[in-house]
């Protein structure tokens, strides 16, 4: 954390700048630091400073946006910054005066003012995706505001090729898993249904697949199972029920680690 910080009522210049992160940023990470600075207060006070930051990756999980996409690498970081300010009216002849000593505040009683900030990251941007900030004064709240940083903005960055690299690396990871789950299974069909003696079964896939069927009881059991097949795409089976009693069934195909099944009656 270097050279200052500026808000709607103050103008702080640090004097001893204090640690606010430290990257990279993993869970259950701690850091913490200590900061000096001179600055004035609606420019009318002169003001000097000293506090504490403390940051923790206290929390990750995933983030739903609104216009249905997810994030799924994010990790939170809270930084609670506790801040001692002393006022003094100021003169005509005001500077940043850096270097020299503070006796002049020594008999002023501090004020107190805590913030704290709630950061959200997500793998491959460099800026948090979301962040909220809470300041107070005691248990009376000061200001309280929150910001979003859009990803896809985050994502033209010019000077960030380290980002942009783990960016790649998730879409095609992201890309392949979604190959890998899609299904092979494109339709299926069983009928007639209420059936007597024969039942059709008929099934499309996108490849070529072992397909298992076979017909439970409604306790179930497994009445009838029929050898496995691979067919190319198309899969046709008259499955042979005249000996079942009368009842419901289940009729179910296993096609790799998919399952399709239909509920039927035997007259």
């Known amino acids: 954390m270097t050279g200052g910080y ?31 600075g001179r600055g004035k207060h609606h420019d009318r006070l002169e003001s000097a400073v000293t506090g504490e930051i403390r940051a923790t990756a206290d929390a990750t999980g995933s983030v739903i946006l609104p216009w249905n996409d997810t994030l799924t690498d994010v990790i939170r970081v809270h930084i609670r910054k506790i801040e001692h300010i002393r006022h003094l009216p100021i003169s005509s002849d005001f500077a940043y005066n850096l270097h020299g000593n503070d006796s002049l505040f020594s008999t002023v009683e501090p004020e107190m003012i805590t913030t704290d ?13 979301f ?11 000061l200001t309280r505001d929150a910001y979003f940083y859009h990803p896809a903005e985050q994502a033209y960055l010019p000077e960030d090729a380290v ?21 092979n299974l494109l339709s299926f069909a069983c009928y007639p249904n209420p059936v007597k003696d024969h039942i059709e079964i008929e099934l499309t896939f996108r490849k070529a697949i072992a397909v298992n069927a076979g017909i439970w009881d409604m306790q179930g059991r497994l009445v009838k199972q029929f050898p496995s097949e691979t067919p190319n795409t198309h899969y046709r089976e008259t499955l042979d029920v005249q000996s079942l009693p009368q009842g419901y069934y289940v009729v ?15 007259n």
């Open 252 to 266: 179910k195909v296993s096609v790799g680690r998919e399952t399709a099944s239909e509920k039927i009656i035997k």
């Open 131 to 141: 962040e909220s900030i809470e300041t107070y004064r005691g248990k009376t709240t």
């Open 163 to 183: 980002n942009q690299v783990i960016r790649e690396r998730k879409q095609a990871a992201r890309k392949a898993k979604m190959i890998e789950e899609e299904s």
């Open 117 to 129: 900030t709630y950061q959200w990251y997500e793998k491959g941007y460099r800026y948090p995706i």
């Open 6 to 36: 500026e808000t709607p009522s103050d103008l702080v210049k640090y004097r001893h700048p204090g640690l606010l992160l430290r990257f990279p940023i993993t869970y259950g990470a701690t850091s913490k630091g200590q900061y000096e």
